[in-house]
């Protein structure tokens, strides 16, 4: 295992959606500092986008000539987005009455507009990983699905500049926790006898396993009913995802603090990108020069307070 200190600190995080503490140590040391992140948006509303096509249903998806080619994109009049098939994607791509809003919607649609063509958004791949198995395919010239920087996936495709930047977190069972009274995550998780859940076919995926390479690995295909029914049910001591996903989990169901507790990774970000084709510098550039300069990155806080308001009517 890598011979690095994952520094961690005791924060309260404070959002629109409700207030949670974090509980976190060092990875290797045990020392405690907090911290006050008070939340502050700038972008004023939520809403579906009117120059997105979705295809919902997957047919014998034709690769394109030029993945991520500007001029060929520009020819056809056409950005083509791989996307998750998934409707109620946390903050990056949820069903309305209206279409769809979202994170990784925004960026689509943003793009499209400066581009001056239509967006095509096929929303039919099941994962993470299918979604950059696609562009790596030339199924689409531009992969967003909440898509973590790993080593693996940099081999696939390109990653463009981050347009969400998170931290890594586990929630752990107290009663694991006060077996070993200060003891490090690497003692206390890094064991052949310790069980450990994450999402099959993310990123958390390939960190867990890096991180704590000695623990058995639990990839669900169900976010509830499976890793979190799992931790509750004392089938797995621990289960690791995004500051994001295991907030919104802590504000909608607090008394789960009571028997977990949530162990932020400082220094350890989850930076979210784009992806395109392994073939396609230009369009990176053209990319990260479009989030510089026309795309306002929120931070966690500022995402939960700004997708309030869909989180109660889509009860996500």
């Not at 009913?225 to 295991?246: C, D, H, T, Y």
Request: hydrophobic share 40%.
């Amino acid at each position: 295992m890598q011979n690095k200190i994952l520094s961690m600190v005791v924060f309260v995080i404070f959002s629109a959606i409700g207030c949670f503490w974090i509980y976190s140590q060092n990875y290797k040391d045990n020392a405690i500092s907090s911290s006050n992140n008070p939340a502050t948006t700038r972008v004023s509303s939520v809403q579906p986008y009117d120059n997105l096509i979705y295809e919902t249903k997957r047919n014998d998806t034709k690769k394109l000539e030029h993945p991520g080619d500007l001029s060929d994109i520009l020819r056809r009049g056409k950005l083509v987005v791989c996307a998750l098939k998934n409707d109620q994607n946390a903050v990056y791509q949820v069903k309305t009455s209206n279409g769809y809003a979202g994170e990784d919607v925004r960026v689509a649609s943003e793009l499209g507009k400066v581009l001056g063509v239509k967006v095509l958004y096929r929303m039919v791949y099941e994962t993470n990983d299918d979604v950059v198995d696609a562009v790596n395919r030339g199924e689409g010239d531009l992969g967003l699905a909440d898509l973590s920087y790993t080593d693996e996936r940099a081999k696939k495709v390109l990653f463009t500049e981050p347009y969400v930047v998170l931290q890594k977190v586990l929630l752990v069972n107290r009663v694991a926790l006060t077996k070993k009274p200060g003891a490090s995550l690497e003692r206390l998780l890094d064991r052949k006898d310790v069980n450990i859940a994450v999402m099959k076919g993310t990123s958390y995926e390939r960190f867990a396993k890096k991180l704590f390479p000695k623990a058995k690995i639990h990839a669900e295909t169900d976010w509830m009913e499976g890793a979190v029914k799992k931790l509750e049910e004392g089938k797995v001591v621990s289960i690791f995802r995004s500051s994001l996903r295991m907030g919104k989990l802590l504000a909608d169901r607090p008394q789960i603090s009571m028997h977990f507790v949530p162990l932020v990774l400082k220094g350890e970000k989850d930076i979210i990108s784009a992806v395109t084709n392994i073939n396609s510098p230009a369009f990176v550039l053209f990319i990260n020069n479009f989030l510089k300069n026309n795309y306002e990155i929120l931070t966690v806080e500022e995402l939960q307070k700004l997708y309030q308001k869909l989180y109660e009517e889509q009860k996500i």
